[in-house]
DNA sequence: TATGAATGAGAGTTCATTCAT
DNA sequence: AATGAATGAACTCTCATTCAT
């Protein structure tokens, strides 16, 4: 039996769908050991037996749940990148910034979850190990095609992408009080566009 | 009732110790969820009843034992930057980055196992709220006493210490394969210092 | 409406008959309580909803696969030793216990299942509990046209099924290991015709 | 985890004695397949809980109440049939017919069970498949002692302990309605003594 | 004070059967 | 007549916490 159904029918795919919107509303609420099936079921309008009908187990809803969101913000991410013309790297990084912020503002709980997720259980782990991968590589590949090629720029974008991301942390949850955000904000974006642009 | 007992006599303490050992290396290894307090009790070579009366429930075996963990780390990390003299900023980043990989080195999981615990429980949350914010000011006045005093500096500090966490990431962990550490180590670096001396 | 109906069309008496043999197959392999009926159905190639057609419930498949195959190896077991001409006892003898073994080779544990059923719900029994009672008679009325007619012969019989029984559990699957099979079967053998030929 | 817990306090084995006890009544009045854990602990007085504290799981329920069981019945027959003194063979074969099928009255169907369960469950099996052979080896022993020496001696004991049995099912369970009990007592009676006398 | 057996609600999961399509 | 998705009660087993000893 495969982990997952793929359903075909209309009316099938939107229950898969319901399934998986409320288990990744249920898990951001109240993460992944808190929240059962039987309320994942309930929350769908379904059983619970119609549940295990499309995904093998709990763990399924999970990288079924996370794999979606998170292939839907990165593809909207990258969407909105790509079409600034004409390229200018300050403008880049100020929408690369303001985008991921906005995208993920919802989840951040969700994020942090997923990351003790991914170090702890390894079919998560191999699910989405690769996901980040891809993500680094595409805004590798974007910067490249316009023009910013230079040494090393898979590690610089890296470590741009751990930047910006300490930015979404600290404005959506885990805020620290003596931080000044705007200042925080500005000194990414220079440190960003620095690591661009040499 | 107390939700820790604080004891005074020299067996107890020992016992309590005991419980906070075995916790965390319990915790360490399988996470909060998996790691049951009976297990906990037979590690630490007490009955459950004991326990319990050193501690009120699981929740605060885990804050206690993650508070001695991060307090005992940081302690040894600022020992060992404060007796850098004369003071050189190149070689005050290069053992801030290596003195904090090292520490961490065996604990990887369990930062990003805590990171979601904060987020996911209010109690815990409010425990360790303050705790990093502490450690910033730490390295912040550290490196005003040695003349690093700029505009900024506890943002810059901030900015800094993420990315020198990335690099503790990578190194233990969640290795990316198409990332060169050393590649990493380097930019990190450069990055640092020229955040911190401008 | 009937336990199990009764196709007369062609079509319908071949599906009937697929779900037999994949219940039956699958009661084999797996035992009544760990073959499921979405799983017969499958390999029956038809849907749950029509093998519900067929048959009222998953025992009344069980009684019907398990009723098939004892007819079907007790006639064909008959028919071999009614072929036995001129008769000689310890030709019919040696037959029958070949025969029987081969006959049941494949499937010594599904009878160690039937017989548990059998003891334990009361619709099974009803069915089977005929079915052995009409082999010995019909393996007595065979000794009887071959002249071996004696007082209490319907016992004797009984007791010769016991014991060739015995031989064929112990030849497929519940083998003793400190027990040599061809002794064993060299002594029912001797057994038999003593208690045949008085 | 040990599958099986050996209490040594009063209370304690009085309390595993009490779930093998109540597990051993259900499976024979239900099979192991209609029994539930929550029905064996409620009829044994405790809470599940306990009950999976003394047991890893239903089949060591199972395993263990049966092989008291079998150990019980089959001392207590050992017992008697070693007390006959002088020996006499007739006797002998008359006490091990009676006993056998007086020890064994009320759980036939339980024997049927056990059967199936040994040929279905490879941890069954294995703990089993010895036991059986032990009552032979003491049926054998305890006849050579009593001068009762002869070739093949045990493959004619496993004859016999065969035909004993099925007097054992005919009295109890499966009555085969043209079937004279006496006149099949007598005939397996003869039979055995035939056996054993050469 | 210390023990560890006991609790029992609640977890994830299965499956015989039904019934809208 | 045929489908197979859906049902939901029932299953086995776990574990934080308590409390009689």
Redesign the interface.
């Known amino acids: 039996m495969k982990d997952v159904r793929e359903p075909v029918q209309k009316r099938s795919i939107e229950k898969k769908k319901k399934i998986l919107d409320a288990g990744f509303t249920l898990f951001c609420e ?2 992944y ?2 929240t059962n099936t039987t309320e994942i079921a309930k929350r769908a309008g379904i059983s619970t037996g119609a549940l295990y009908s499309y995904f093998k187990d709990k763990k399924q809803i999970y990288i079924a749940a996370f794999h979606n969101y998170l292939v839907n913000i990165s593809d909207r991410l990258l969407d909105k990148l790509s079409l600034q013309q004409p390229f200018s790297l300050p403008d880049f990084v100020e929408s690369w910034i303001c985008c991921y912020i906005d995208l993920y503002a919802d989840t ?2 969700a994020l ?2 997923l ?2 997720m ?3 259980d390894i079919d998560i782990n191999r699910h989405f ?1 690769n996901y ?2 891809e993500y ?2 595409k805004i590798t590949e974007l910067l490249t095609k316009n023009d910013i090629a230079q040494d ?1 720029l ?3 974008v ?2 741009c992408c ?2 910006i991301d ?1 930015l979404r942390q600290e404005k959506s ?2 805020s ?5 955000f705007d ?2 904000k500005k ?2 974006k220079k ?1 960003v566009i ?2 661009l642009s040499d």
Chains 1, 2, 3, 4 share one sequence.
Do not use: P
């Open positions: 109240k993460g050991y808190k951040s709980r942090a979850q990351r003790m991914i170090s702890e190990s980040e991968n680094f590589c090393d898979f590690e610089k890296y470590t751990i930047l300490a949850a885990f620290h009080d003596s931080l000044d200042i925080f000194q990414v440190t620095g690591l």
